[in-house]
């Protein structure tokens, strides 16, 4: 799978069980929610990285959807950029066709946003990404994963695990995500955005 009409889908968090379920790592969630959908394992990488090949969601017609890598970069969240510069060198993906699933604080809880570019906003996962890349034209898919509460530190915040009572929007909202890609990529962007942005 090395030609330029293959997508890539990176979900983004910090290694190691301890933060598997932080809400800093919303994003590797729904990538793990896209490849039970699709059948598949996750396997190690040599770009630090885990990730498996698929076919994503379902084309207007019937067909099988597009081909897609599903990829969880193994190292630090503020690291992100290398493992996804490899992938997307290793799969020849250009910058539009790389869509990066994350946490974000700037839209409301349990909510989805799909958008093609911008800036960071304080996102160090992101940051990294975009430096790494040459530059910010690349899909995000941004998960509202709620504010921190009073004076509290948002880097300390989204380190937290989601409470028992967000857990059951949480499970909506990896679904929300796991949908919003399959439309990008079997309907294009604007497509996503028209019905996921509304929301």
Same mark, same amino acid.
């Given at each position: 799978?090395?030609?330029?009409?293959?997508?890539?889908?990176?979900?983004?968090?910090?290694?190691?069980?301890?933060?598997?379920?932080?809400?800093?790592?919303?994003?590797?969630?729904?990538?793990?929610?896209?490849?039970?959908?699709?059948?598949?394992?996750?396997?190690?990488? @040599?770009?630090?990285?885990?990730?498996?090949? *698929? #076919? =994503?969601?379902?084309?207007? %017609?019937?067909? +099988? $959807?597009?081909?897609?890598?599903?990829?969880?970069?193994?190292?630090?969240?503020?690291?992100?950029?290398?493992?996804?510069?490899?992938?997307?060198?290793?799969?020849?993906?250009?910058?539009?066709?790389?869509?990066?699933?994350?946490?974000?604080?700037?839209?409301?809880?349990?909510?989805?946003?799909?958008?093609?570019?911008?800036?960071?906003?304080?996102?160090?996962?992101?940051?990294?990404?975009? @430096?790494?890349?040459?530059?910010?034209?690349? *899909? #995000? =898919?941004?998960?509202?994963? %709620?504010?921190? +509460? $009073?004076?509290?530190?948002?880097?300390?915040?989204?380190?937290?695990?989601?409470?028992?009572?967000?857990?059951?929007?949480?499970?909506?909202?990896?679904?929300?995500?796991?949908?919003?890609?399959?439309?990008?990529?079997?309907?294009?962007?604007?497509?996503?955005?028209?019905?996921?942005?509304?929301?």
């Amino acid at each position: 799978m090395t030609t330029s009409d293959t997508w890539l889908v990176v979900g983004l968090g910090n290694p190691g069980s301890a933060y598997a379920q932080n809400r800093h790592n919303v994003g590797a969630m729904a990538v793990d929610v896209l490849a039970a959908r699709a059948g598949a394992s996750l396997r190690r990488h @040599k770009a630090r990285a885990s990730a498996a090949e *698929v #076919r =994503v969601g379902v084309l207007p %017609g019937g067909a +099988p $959807g597009p081909r897609a890598v599903l990829a969880v970069p193994s190292s630090w969240m503020n690291e992100s950029g290398g493992p996804v510069k490899a992938l997307t060198s290793f799969y020849k993906v250009p910058p539009r066709q790389l869509v990066v699933i994350h946490d974000e604080l700037d839209i409301p809880f349990a909510t989805s946003r799909v958008k093609l570019g911008g800036g960071e906003g304080g996102h160090n996962g992101l940051r990294s990404i975009s @430096k790494s890349l040459g530059t910010r034209d690349y *899909v #995000r =898919v941004r998960l509202g994963v %709620g504010r921190p +509460p $009073g004076r509290q530190d948002p880097a300390d915040f989204v380190l937290k695990d989601f409470s028992g009572g967000e857990r059951a929007d949480v499970d909506v909202l990896l679904e929300d995500a796991a949908d919003i890609v399959e439309d990008l990529i079997t309907r294009g962007l604007t497509y996503a955005q028209d019905r996921w942005n509304v929301r």
